[in-house]
């Protein structure tokens, strides 16, 4: 992937990436009854209580994802209330995360094994309720 005619990566490999030196990215969404806004505050603490950098919300899944490409965020989390991304938010900033070196996926099913690492065989569902992109 490119941008401004430069190839873009997501990391750089010198540093190991753990959730402790991660800075993630959210987006809220629409959701507005008590218990969407419960869900979409409690997936934040949660997510500061197990200890990343800091946290970032853009307001645009695209942008969000093309940050995590270009090594500006290290993680993106959606799904947080009871809507996900739609496709659209999707689409393009997908090939361009996966062309820098990010890695996306579900965090339903069966997509990790024992150790919490993705699976090789796991497919990313673009009508996901909730996924990760990371580096």
Same mark, same amino acid.
């Given at each position: $992937?490119? &941008? ?9 490999? %010198?540093? #190991? ?7 993630? +990215?959210?987006?809220? +969404? ?25 946290? &970032?919300?853009?307001?645009?899944? %695209?942008?969000? @994802?093309?940050? %995590? $490409?270009?090594?500006? @965020? ?8 009871? #809507? ?7 689409? $393009? $900033? ?10 996306? &996926?579900? @965090?339903?099913?069966? /997509? ?12 990313? /569902? ?10």
């Amino acid at each position: $992937a490119y &941008r401004n005619g430069e190839r873009i990566f997501s990391t750089d490999d %010198v540093i #190991e990436k753990t959730l402790a030196n991660s800075v993630v +990215g959210f987006e809220f +969404g629409y959701a507005r009854s008590e218990k969407g806004i419960d869900d979409m505050v409690d997936a934040v603490r949660r997510i500061l209580k197990h200890g990343c950098r800091s946290m &970032r919300t853009y307001g645009s899944g %695209v942008l969000d @994802l093309c940050y %995590v $490409a270009s090594g500006r @965020l290290d993680i993106v989390y959606t799904g947080i209330a009871e #809507e996900g991304w739609k496709p659209w938010d999707y689409c $393009a $900033a997908t090939i361009i995360a996966e062309e820098s070196g990010c890695t996306i &996926r579900s @965090l339903k099913g069966n /997509d990790f094994d024992e150790n919490g690492h993705v699976l090789p065989n796991s497919k990313f /569902d673009i009508y996901s309720k909730s996924m990760i992109c990371g580096v």
